[in-house]
């Protein structure tokens, strides 16, 4: 028998580039993400083309059962003191749970019931986080290199940033060379 043999997909795991897949691409820069840091005045101070995180992810179906692969590369910064992160969302479809692979960088997963519990994981490269239903899911980068996290999940999900848009019950700021955890009244 003569079969060929199907050449995959790959991802180079240092840097968490995709490669030989059809893919997609999306950006994120400052001037998309009013609101969703502390200090308001000091987003608006920043240029806003500068990019704060691309996605890249495999064009794969969104059918029931299949699933997605993507890679976010969170840039190091700061808005004010706040470290620089994903906007964060709940999945549309609240049962979908995802799995992040930490790549290369250093810096936290935050995660948040529906009740309002927050917790953070410490994500850096060959970390993995099981992000379960029901639970809202934000990256953040406390170090000085691009986090790049792999990430897989239900074509169905979708994605919900609404019910969060006021913001998390938790947010990270740098002060002193440290990194401070704030919990917020009304996150
Ligand atoms: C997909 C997922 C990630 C994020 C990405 C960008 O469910 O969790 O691929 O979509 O890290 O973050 P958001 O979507 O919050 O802007
Ligand atoms: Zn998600």
Redesign the pocket.
């Known amino acids: 028998m003569n079969l060929s043999f199907i050449q995959p997909p790959q991802v180079e795991w240092a840097s968490g580039v995709l490669a030989d897949g059809p893919l997609l691409r999306?950006s994120?820069r400052i001037q998309d993400l009013a609101g969703v840091f502390a200090d308001e005045p000091a987003r608006q101070q920043l240029a806003g083309e500068r990019v704060v995180?691309d996605?890249e992810?495999l064009d794969t179906s969104p059918a029931e059962g299949e699933l997605?692969t993507?890679?976010?590369h969170?840039y190091p910064g700061r808005v004010g003191r706040e470290y620089f992160m994903?906007?964060?969302?709940f999945?549309a479809r609240r049962e979908q749970g995802?799995v992040?692979f930490g790549l290369r960088g250093n810096g936290l997963l935050l995660l948040q019931t529906e009740q309002g519990e927050a917790r953070l994981e410490n994500i850096f490269a060959g970390s993995i986080h099981i992000?379960p239903g029901f639970t809202a899911?934000?990256?953040i980068n406390t170090g000085s290199d691009v986090l790049s996290?792999l990430?897989v999940?239900p074509g169905v999900?979708?994605?919900d940033?609404m019910a969060l848009a006021s913001g998390f019950k938790l947010r990270l700021f740098e002060e002193n060379q440290t990194i401070q955890v704030k919990e917020v009244q009304n996150g």
């Open positions: 999306k994120t995180y996605v992810m997605y993507g890679v976010t969170l994903t906007r964060g969302h999945h995802e992040y992000i899911h934000r990256l996290a990430a999940w999900a979708g994605h940033y």
